[in-house]
């Protein structure tokens, strides 16, 4: 769905979506929980107003959110260790209430993330 200018596409695909809330990242395939929880506790954040935060391990970056009743989809930009960085992903709800979390960096790695509400 395109987001109409005064944001009420936005609001009306995510008032759907069943992800929307903070969620904490309890495991990952590429890093360890040491790893993901180094500089705070790893989370994600799915906000209404198509955008949300991640952070896990130095990493932190900005979502930028698209909606349906159980998955999102997402481009994200940020920071790790000062580097800036940036990729796409799709969380999606699982049937024991838990998210699972396809991140990719740009031209890089990506990792399969495990998230609890």
């Given at each position: 769905?395109?987001?109409?200018?005064?944001?009420?596409?936005?609001?009306?695909?995510?008032?759907r979506?069943?992800?929307?809330?903070?969620?904490r990242?309890?495991?990952?395939?590429?890093?360890?929980?040491?790893?993901?929880?180094?500089?705070?506790?790893?989370?994600?954040?799915?906000?209404?107003?198509?955008?949300?935060?991640?952070?896990?391990?130095?990493?932190?970056?900005?979502?930028?959110?698209?909606?349906?009743?159980?998955?999102?989809?997402?481009?994200?930009?940020?920071?790790?260790?000062?580097?800036?960085?940036?990729?796409?992903?799709?969380?999606?709800?699982?049937?024991?209430?838990?998210?699972?979390?396809?991140?990719?960096?740009?031209?890089?790695?990506?990792?399969?993330?495990?998230?609890?509400?």
């Amino acid at each position: 769905m395109v987001a109409q200018t005064d944001g009420g596409a936005i609001m009306s695909a995510a008032s759907r979506c069943r992800l929307i809330g903070r969620w904490r990242i309890v495991e990952a395939d590429l890093w360890d929980r040491d790893y993901l929880d180094l500089v705070q506790p790893a989370a994600i954040s799915i906000g209404a107003g198509g955008r949300g935060e991640i952070a896990f391990g130095a990493m932190q970056a900005t979502l930028d959110l698209g909606y349906s009743q159980s998955t999102i989809s997402f481009t994200w930009y940020g920071f790790d260790e000062m580097d800036e960085i940036s990729g796409d992903g799709h969380a999606e709800l699982l049937d024991d209430g838990s998210i699972e979390i396809a991140f990719a960096y740009q031209n890089g790695d990506e990792a399969v993330l495990k998230a609890q509400a």
